[in-house]
Structure formats: C-alpha cells, structure tokens
C-alpha cells in the first residue's frame, strides 16, 4: 500500500532552545540531510549496499579521495574504526597510537575486545603522534612475546583539539610504511581538520599515503552513520566480511549512504565545520578575557580546552551541559557544533564571567 501523509504518534519531548557545549553529538541534524533522508524514502530498494544510493557514494568518495578509495558505511565511530583497524592487522597484531587517543580511552576496549589487538600507546603532549614517538613502540617484530606492531592509528583533528599538518602526516606515514606498518587515520572530525588547514581531506590523507580512513558524519550534520573509506586496497583484505562480522553492516544502507552523499556531494561538509570552528574561535576569544580561566590547547578546530575552578564548573554546569575532561585537575573540554550560534556563544561567556565573579 502506499503511505499516506506523514503523520506521528510520537511527541517532542524536549526544549529545542537549550543550548550546551558538551559534545558535537548533542545537535540534531541539518536540515538538508533530513531533506535527503526523506528523499530517499518511499518505494523499496535493495537491501544490504546493493542500494543506488550506495553505488553511487563511491562516486561521491571518488572525488574527494581518488578513483581507487572505496566506501564501506557503517553504523557508528567506533564500528569504523574497530573494523578498520581489523582490516590492518593479523590475529597477532597491534596498533600504535596516542595515549589520549579515542581508541584507547573512548571505546571502552572494543579495539582490543572485539578486534582482538592489541593497543601500545605513547605519551604526547598535544595528541599528536611524530616518528620520534611511534619509535617507543615500534619493536620487536620478531619477538613472540610481544604483539606485533603492524598499524599506526592517529586521530585528525585530535582529541585534544589540536590538527597535524600535511607534512606531519606525510612524516608519520613514510616512517611507518619505512618500518612495515600501514597507517589509519580515525577522521571522526576530518571536515574540522580540513577546514582549520583550508586544503582538501585528500592532502593529508591519500596524496600522503593513509592507507585507511574512518570517516565521521555524525558529528558534522548527519543523523546516524559513520564510512570506513579504504585508500589503499593493497593494504587490506576482506572489508565486506569483517564490516559484517562486526555487526557493522546496516540492511537499509541507503538512509546512512544518502546522508553521506547529501553532505559530501558539494559543500556541505565544509560549511558546517567552518561554522563550528568559527564558533570555537569565537568561544576561545571570550574565555581568554576572563581572568583565572587558562585555555590548554590552541584552538584550531571546533573545541575549546580550558582550566578554572571546580566549584566554578559545577555551578555553570548547571546553566550549559559540558564535560570536566579531567575533573582532578580542573580541566574542561567545550564543543560547538554545525548550529551553534554567535548568541549561544556569547551567553555561555557571559555566564561564565558571572560565576567567576563570585568564585
């Protein structure tokens, strides 16, 4: 039958007009992905990525990341990376990677559960892995006693806030490909990354030689859905296999591959993570006029690390959702989003100047 005019039982269940600063994931989706979602509703299409939606991403990614990258969407973050990082590495294997890296602190051990690797993590100060510090780690390959280093795993932009440079990823990926290993690059937040440089996601990932790619949408507009984007199909086997093993492999596809294609497609990507760092930059100016607040991190995509007085936090936390990211220190992370606004901003600034006052 066919349906008749959209009609819900469900109702609105919360304010629309509460604002917070907590996390990218709080905001609900853009307007032109819901207007996607839609667009590829109706009718019946096949199930499990044999959609024309999903054949047609491949031409999206095509011409962001060259004739040869291929896409493979997923459900979520960690599901991209857990299979991602799979597709790199024997039952033996293990991944370098930063020690405040999300694979290591957010995933809640999936890398190492599920996939069955193991993680050897090193100290940085900014999130920011060099060859220098992939060298703590990268030994002893022939050493039975100690799982095998075979990937590195760095996050663009970082967990920290901060963004590598082309020629920091070019650094990284010719020492690890010189060493045996093959390169992934956890892009949960790569349109910030790409805007904070103002070049193509293409430059620091494959013209640099990335062999594997989490892509995230979630963050940047879309309803659900995350992409696994191969670069380089020597450095991996079995993709559709294990992305279903994972549990990873969506039978209506087309509604995570549409979202994709209606955020990449033209700009859309960027618009959305040059407001957000705008946003961010914005934030970061208020806060540094605010005496006894210290910002941690530069700011160079779409968060804002900062310190002030705990019993401070606790008090606006009760004005605007954020998170301490490391409560004993006093140390708190604030994100924008795609629809925060200038008047978001500015009053999450001025309450912070108010609780201040009375700290």
């Known amino acids: 039958m066919t349906p008749g005019p959209a009609r819900t039982d469900a109702r609105r269940r919360h304010d629309p007009t509460v604002r917070g ?12 992905i819901l207007a996607a979602l839609a667009l590829a ?22 011409s962001h990341f060259g004739p040869t990258a291929e896409a493979f969407p997923v459900f979520n973050g960690t599901g991209a990376n ?3 990082l799979q597709a790199l590495t024997d039952r033996w294997g293990a991944v370098i990677c930063a020690e405040s890296a999300h694979i290591n602190v957010d995933e809640g051990g999936a890398p190492e559960r599920m996939a069955g690797l193991k993680l050897l993590t090193v100290p940085t100060p900014d999130g920011k892995l ?23 795993s760095i996050t663009q932009n970082t967990e920290l806030g901060t963004v590598y440079t082309v020629d920091e990823i070019r650094a990284i990926v010719e020492h ?50 995350e992409c696994v984007v191969v670069l380089n199909p020597d450095a991996v086997s079995h993709m559709k296999h294990l ?11 087309r509604f995570v591959s549409v979202q994709f294609e209606a955020l990449l497609a033209k700009d859309l990507w960027l618009r959305n993570a040059r407001h957000s760092n705008a946003m961010a930059q914005r934030l970061a100016e208020g ?16 968060a804002v690390f900062a310190r002030l007085p705990h019993h401070v936090t606790r008090r606006l936390q009760e004005r605007f959702r954020f998170y301490f990211w490391n409560e004993a220190a006093g140390d708190v992370r604030w994100m924008c989003s795609f629809d925060t606004t200038e008047d978001d901003v500015d009053a999450f600034v001025l309450a912070l100047k108010e609780e201040m006052a009375h700290a």
């Not at 703590?136 to 280093?149: I, L, N, T, Y």
């Open 176 to 225: 690890a490909h010189g060493l045996g290993m093959k390169v992934h690059l956890d892009g949960a937040r790569i349109a910030n990354a790409a805007a904070s440089l103002d070049v193509p996601m293409r430059a620091f990932t494959n013209a640099v030689g990335v062999d594997v790619l989490s892509f995230g949408g979630t963050k940047n507009g879309m309803l659900a859905g």
């Open 130 to 152: 060099t060859p220098e510090l992939i060298d703590r780690q990268a030994f002893g390959w022939d050493d039975e006693h100690r799982a095998m280093p075979q990937a590195v």
């Open 287 to 302: 806060v540094r006029a605010v005496d006894g607040v210290e910002i941690l991190h530069p700011v160079q995509a779409n």
């Open 243 to 253: 992305r279903k093993m994972s549990m990873q492999l969506a039978s209506k596809m």
């Open 41 to 62: 509703n109706g009718g019946h299409q096949v199930a499990y990525g044999e959609d024309v939606y999903t054949e047609h991403l491949q031409r999206v990614v095509h």
């Open 21 to 32: 600063f907590a996390s990218d994931n709080y905001a609900g989706v853009h307007p032109e």
């Open 82 to 84: 857990v299979t991602a």
